[in-house]
């Protein structure tokens, strides 16, 4: 958990405040708190955290806004305030860019390519999705003769709580937030204690573009007896779209069963790849490497289990290691940096407990295993070597648990079927890559991956209208094109006897 703001020593300089934004206005929070730079660990804001009265007056700014000329937009009015914002966030794509980064230490090419980048994207698709979605319509014919026409109409589902991690904040926050604004709900979003600054700015790139006032809120704060517990516990909210840590989601579950509220889970993730002899192996040791080391390891989908097959084992490994000793951590506006800190020092400490106990259960490692030597002055801030490991089976808690950082554990197989056993032996279930030069394997492989998305000779390539989401701990539900709208609408069916 972040320090106390008033515990930091600034330098003089006003320190940036981070507020709430309710009803399209700044609002104080309850106390602040801080949030630090990982790259160095200094101050980067302090944020407003909200207290119960402000998430109440966030859920009732919602609801009040529904009942507004927000709730009696036509799906095309919407859709044009959605490519609005999109324009919007491309004029303030350097605002972004920085927030992003100042946030998370993350590469600046990095924030450009994928997260801001893809805030535009999603907003655009979204637009285009409920522009083009159909209704469902039934003509019922009756054996005496009598006929129907049956066809569901979409409504919003209401006042929605959103609330994303850390670790790709803006680019989860309107992977939920262009799907629920499509379909005319209001909301009231939760960005991680971590990673405040993007949603505030966008809350006001939001009104900038003409998106009615109250339609998105923002409040601050942490999870348990914090703004993330008051939301999801709130009366006034009619459904949960969530991002991030499957025990989160479980304690998500159980503050809304007892009003019953739906809820969309994209959880976390002990994703495999399988390599196969067959495979073009220089493309499969880059994939893997940016499988494994995109973002530090911070995305849900990387690949933290990998089996290769025995004949190309000791190939893959010296590859995969050399790639890894060849990631450049530095600071992000140097373009040669590849490679950023983790998030915080809390979660450093815990993806170095995992380095301790993978040496403690057997490991080999291969390249990285510990803090690396920066210099010029990053040393206080919260980085970690990019790791391999060798020399552990699935009985490892090593390879069963999410480390979510920049290591994986290279495991040997022998035929196919113990390839997509071995993979499919975890109670996660969000991603999984087949690399194969031989197709009708990979899509016999890719098949049979007990996950959500199964991807063969790549990774991470994504058209936005296909369904994403987890089996198992990794989710419940899918979004994605018309999945999405499927969460974030409720269908009326109208039966008229013709
Ligand atoms: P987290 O679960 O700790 O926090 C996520 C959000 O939930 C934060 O905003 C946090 O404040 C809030 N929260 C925490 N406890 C809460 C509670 N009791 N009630 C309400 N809100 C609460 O996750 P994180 O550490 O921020 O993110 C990393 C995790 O997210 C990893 O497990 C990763 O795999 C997962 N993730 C999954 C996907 C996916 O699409 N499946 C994508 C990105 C990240």
Redesign the pocket.
């Known amino acids: 958990m972040p320090e106390p703001a008033e515990a930091l020593q600034t330098s003089g300089q006003a320190t940036r405040q981070l507020r709430n934004f309710i009803g399209g206005e700044p609002v104080d929070g309850v106390r602040t708190f801080a949030k630090l730079n990982p790259i160095d660990g200094t101050l980067v804001a302090e944020v407003h955290e909200a207290g119960r009265h402000e998430v109440d007056r966030a859920v009732s700014s919602a609801r009040a806004a529904l009942e507004g000329p927000w709730g009696r937009m036509t799906v095309g009015e919407r859709a044009t305030i959605l490519r609005r914002i999109a324009d919007a966030i491309e004029r303030r794509f350097d605002d972004l860019v920085a927030a992003e980064v100042g946030d998370t230490g993350k590469p600046e090419a990095l924030a450009r390519d994928l997260d801001v980048a893809r805030a535009a994207a999603n907003f655009r698709a979204f637009a285009d999705v409920v522009s083009a979605a159909g209704l469902d319509s039934y003509l019922t014919e009756f054996p005496d003769g009598r006929r129907a026409l049956n066809y569901a109409v979409r409504k919003p589902l209401g006042v929605v709580a959103v609330?994303?991690?850390?670790?790709?904040p803006l680019l989860?926050l309107t992977w939920k937030l262009a799907p629920a604004l499509a379909s005319g709900n209001a909301v009231v979003v939760?960005?991680?204690?971590?990673t405040p600054s993007s949603a505030t700015l966008l809350a006001e790139i939001l009104v900038e573009a003409g998106l009615p006032a109250g339609v998105v809120n923002v409040v601050h704060g942490?999870?348990?007896d914090s703004a993330?517990?008051f939301?999801?516990t709130h009366p006034g909210i009619d459904g949960v779209t969530?991002?991030?840590?499957?025990s989160?989601g479980s304690?998500?579950m159980r503050?809304v069963a007892p009003r019953v509220r739906p809820v969309s889970f994209?959880?976390?993730?002990k994703n495999a790849a399988i390599v196969f002899a067959d495979a073009d192996l220089d493309a499969a040791i880059a994939g893997l490497a940016r499988s494994t080391y995109l973002n530090t390891g911070q995305?849900?989908l990387c690949t933290e289990r990998i089996y290769v097959e025995r004949a190309v084992f000791d190939d893959v490994a010296a590859g995969l290691a050399e790639q890894a000793a060849r990631l450049r951590l530095g600071r992000p506006e140097n373009p040669a940096t590849t490679t950023g800190p983790l998030i915080s020092r809390q979660h450093r400490e815990k993806v170095l407990s995992y380095f301790e106990l993978a040496r403690q259960e057997g490991a080999t490692v291969l390249a990285g295993g510990g803090i690396p030597n920066l210099g010029d002055g990053l040393d206080t801030g919260f980085w970690v070597e990019p790791t391999l490991l060798t020399g552990l089976d699935n009985s490892h808690r090593t390879v069963r648990e999410?480390i979510?950082g920049p290591v994986a554990t290279l495991i040997p197989f022998d035929t196919e079927e113990q390839a997509i056993a071995l993979a499919n032996d975890t109670e996660y279930g969000?991603a999984a890559v087949t690399w194969t030069r031989d197709l009708t394997r990979g899509h016999r492989v890719a098949q049979r991956m007990r996950v959500g998305m199964s991807w063969v000779n790549t990774w991470y390539l994504r058209d936005l209208r296909s369904p994403?989401g987890?089996v198992g701990l990794?989710?419940i539900g899918r979004e994605g094109g018309l999945h999405s709208l499927g969460f974030y609408t409720e269908p009326t069916n109208v039966c008229v006897q013709l």
């Open positions: 609330i994303v991690p850390w670790n790709l989860l939760k960005p991680s204690e971590e942490f999870g348990a993330g517990e939301l999801t969530f991002t991030g840590e499957s989160t304690a998500i503050a994209e959880l976390g993730g995305v849900c999410e979510f969000l994403f987890g990794s989710g």
